[in-house]
């Protein structure tokens, strides 16, 4: 029979694993679609991870859902989920914006967010992989701590590139595209900071 009275168990960090790849393919994808100009082809491929992100989301939740024996706590689990989650969904609506508000321009200062969210989003991947062990326990914080700055990189990133656009743009329509956009990106950083707050939970805990 295959019917079981007992609770199963779910790899979550395989599942984690996923879907933080995905996250990683999303920023390589956000640099790549802002250093090589706008295309279909890298709209279309956005478009594809941030479903594939979704879906390995829904799998952790119901998972969640279906069994009592977790690695960790069941919010922290939670939680992970819909931070890495958000920030595909972030990246993606960056590359959607640029594609409604026809922005096809290279634009230095974008290239510099991207570089910096590609930094960021390396780092959670190796925070998050290295939850399987609490013997990656140091690496695991040195991760968090390299999130935390790029963060702080990002908000000084933002205020200068604002600083400048209000300065030297012209036409107030293409002041409140770029503001957004700008805005956006640096809050890819912190949605990456809130997955490292995540992960330092997780860690103190199991601690």
């Known amino acids: ?27 390589n994808c956000f640099k790549e679609l802002v250093t090589n100009n706008m295309n279909e082809d890298s709209l279309k491929n956005m478009h ?13 939740l119901n998972n969640l859902n279906k069994t009592f024996i977790t690695p960790f706590d069941r919010e922290d689990i939670h939680a992970l989920a819909k931070e890495l989650d958000d920030i595909i969904d972030m990246l993606y609506t960056i590359a959607n914006r640029l594609r409604v508000y026809k922005i096809t321009k290279i634009d230095k200062n974008l290239i510099e967010f991207a570089n910096v969210i590609g930094e960021s989003v390396r780092a959670v991947a190796c925070a998050v992989k290295g939850l399987r062990s609490m013997k990656n326990a140091k690496s695991i914080s040195e991760s968090c701590v390299e999130v935390n ?35 956006d990106a640096e809050t890819v950083l912190d949605i990456c900071e809130d997955v490292a707050h995540v992960v330092q939970s997780i860690l103190v805990k199991q601690a």
């Open 149 to 183: 700055r790029l963060e702080n990189v990002g908000d000084s990133m933002r205020d200068s590139m604002l600083g400048e656009l209000f300065e030297t743009a012209k036409d107030p329509i293409e002041v409140i595209k770029w503001k957004e956009i700008y805005q």
């Open 1 to 27: 029979m295959g019917f079981s009275f007992l609770p199963k168990e779910f790899n979550f960090f395989d599942l984690f694993e996923r879907q933080v790849g995905h996250a990683v393919e999303a920023a």
């Open 48 to 60: 594809d991870i941030e479903h594939q992100g979704d879906e390995v989301t829904h799998e952790i």
